[in-house]
């Protein structure tokens, strides 16, 4: 059994699907009730149309990536996306999203707390702050510790107990002050790493994911696992086969997510899955290579 | 349904501009309808690859071969990177590919006129189609064009079914000089078709939507468009659209298409995101990526 246990939800599986990368479409090739978790792709509280082409550009072993989070907003999801991954049987952890908002103004996350948590099909919630092109998207962004105290806790104020909040931070340095200003304002867990700051070939602001990051996460991941040891530890960027997984969990992570590749491979996460659970420890020869 | 599996090269040729391979994809061609596509992954099957996004092909022929079952012919225009490594594969070479995928062309109920308008590896997309109308008893005219007699796919198998037959290249090397939008009205009157069918570049497809428009035809157009991940993960495909409630809506040019109805897509804006990119001029299959 490769069963793990996340922020105090038992999965399946150390290997889940990242934000923006599975969604029902992935379950033909992919089983969905294989995964440990499918994170969702952000929901804000409105339906936003998303960024305009192109949104998704090749990179050298990396994707170039700014959506601009389209999403048909909490009702839409409630209504299409959420039920269908369910009917699946995926254990789904909702990735959410606040909207830049001026002082006064509602950023949205509360109401998406509050509904999202009441509903049983909802494991965990996975709240956003890693988005490189954020703030050029008008999305909530917390990159000091106190902001993103202030972001958690508003979030996890409005669980109930037993649906636990991810906290997703980028990785760059810093990230060992967030994620402990994250846990202390009431995280379960954190993810750390998502894409790395980029642009795309017009200028714009976007992510870059991709094997071409997977030493990135490692960095980070590490960082993290060493300062904080007694933190759930989600590794998200750059995992591209089940020695990246392996090495990451050898670093100190509980999960791992698994993204980009999915794009390449559909096949892949469910794939690396079933490696994992046959041998879920690095093998003598891959460690030093991977680690 | 869909597969994902590791094809075989069976055979690999090169007529005019285009690359023609056949594919044993098992379990692919048994699914195929007019209109699906297959997406490759760009690398030999098992290894690191820099090349992460898909490369989308139209299904140009199935055909069952004694000892392979059904095997898949696509046309390759190697034009970028991908297309190029694609090309250059030769017999026994194996890729990962994922197919069939997308929405079909719908097909009449009643035995009507149909036109069919195919430019350039576009036309690839017909084959099958045009096979299938035959066997309803549609009677089929056919609009070819390409920029060049090299890029023009043979039409031999493709008149068979035929009613009629205009070809317009661009440098008058084979038939009419001139391009499919400036033919599509008049050919379309003519025809008396009751659909027309198309694959072709952004402006083409505009004119066809519009002739039918015009003439109170239905118009079915293929729209070809960088496809990164082409399984519906990544919203990498942004299609504009005015949905059935009338509101105006960005689908993916994925799994919501390939093939639209003409009179539901926002041509104007769909012409505007590909302009916005640089690249040949309404050359979608060029924006973002390099194919």
């Known amino acids: 059994m490769s069963a793990v246990r996340v922020s105090g939800l038992s999965l399946r599986s150390p290997v889940l699907v990242a934000a923006g990368c599975g969604g029902r479409e992935l379950h033909a090739w992919s089983p969905l009730d294989a995964l440990g978790a499918v994170v969702t792709r952000t929901v804000t509280l409105d339906a936003r149309p998303g960024a305009r082409w192109p949104r998704v550009v090749e990179s050298p072993a990396g994707l170039l990536h700014a959506t601009g989070r389209p999403n048909p907003g909490l009702e839409g999801f409630l209504a299409g996306e959420l039920p269908e991954l369910v009917r699946l049987g995926a254990r789904v952890v909702v990735s959410v999203a606040g909207v830049a908002a001026l002082p006064g103004q509602s950023d949205g996350l509360v109401p998406l707390a509050r509904r999202l948590g009441a509903l049983p099909g909802v494991a965990a919630l996975e709240l956003d702050l890693a988005t490189p092109e954020a703030a050029h998207q008008g999305l909530l962004s917390a990159e000091e510790p106190h902001a993103v105290a202030l972001a958690v806790g508003a979030v996890v104020r409005e669980l109930p107990p037993g649906v636990p909040l991810w906290a997703k931070l980028p990785g760059r340095p810093g990230v060992v002050a967030a994620a402990r200003a994250a846990a202390e304002a009431g995280a379960g867990a954190v993810v750390v790493g998502g894409a790395v700051p980029a642009a795309l070939p017009d200028g714009r602001p976007c992510g870059l994911s991709g094997p071409a990051i997977g030493g990135v996460t490692r960095r980070w991941v590490r960082e993290v696992c060493d300062a904080l040891p007694a933190l759930d530890v989600v590794a998200s960027g750059g995992v591209a086969g089940v020695d990246d997984v392996r090495a990451l969990r050898a670093l100190g992570a509980v999960a791992v997510q698994v993204g980009s590749v999915a794009l390449h491979d559909p096949a892949a996460p469910g794939r690396i899955a079933a490696e994992l659970a046959v041998r879920p420890s690095p093998s003598p020869d891959s460690r030093g290579g991977a680690a | ?291």
Not at chain 2, 112 to 133: P, Y
């Open chain 2, 1 to 291: 349904m869909s597969v994902h599996v590791t094809a075989e090269v069976l055979m690999t040729k090169r007529i005019g501009a285009h690359q023609h391979l056949t594919l044993v994809a098992p379990g692919v061609g048994e699914l195929v309808r007019p209109g699906s596509f297959l997406a490759a992954s760009i690398g030999r099957p098992g290894e690191a690859t820099a090349h992460l996004a898909r490369r989308p092909l139209w299904i140009h022929k199935v055909q069952p071969m004694a000892g392979y079952g059904a095997t898949v012919q696509v046309v390759v225009e190697p034009v970028g990177p991908g297309t190029r490594w694609l090309a250059g594969l030769a017999v026994g070479d194996r890729l990962d590919v994922t197919g069939p995928l997308g929405r079909p062309f719908a097909l009449p109920r009643e035995p009507v006129a149909t036109l069919l308008v195919g430019e350039a590896h576009g036309v690839a997309a017909l084959q099958l189609l045009a096979e299938r109308l035959h066997e309803r008893g549609c009677p089929v005219s056919l609009l070819l064009g390409a920029p060049d007699e090299a890029r023009l796919l043979p039409d031999l198998e493709l008149r068979r079914t035929a009613r009629s037959v205009v070809v317009v290249t661009a440098d008058g090397s084979v038939g009419q000089r001139g391009d499919v939008a400036d033919l599509v009205g008049e050919t379309l009157r003519r025809s008396e078709a009751q659909v027309v069918y198309a694959a072709a570049g952004l402006p083409a497809l505009h004119a066809v939507a519009r002739a039918a428009e015009e003439h109170g035809a239905w118009s079915q157009t293929a729209v070809a468009m960088p496809l990164p991940c082409a399984t519906g993960l990544c919203q990498g495909c942004p299609l504009p659209v005015v949905a059935e409630d009338g509101v105006q809506r960005t689908v993916r040019g994925c799994v919501e298409g390939p093939v639209v109805r003409g009179d539901r897509v926002r041509w104007d804006d769909l012409r505007a995101q590909a302009a916005a990119v640089p690249g040949p001029v309404g050359s979608a299959g060029r924006a973002g990526t390099r194919p």
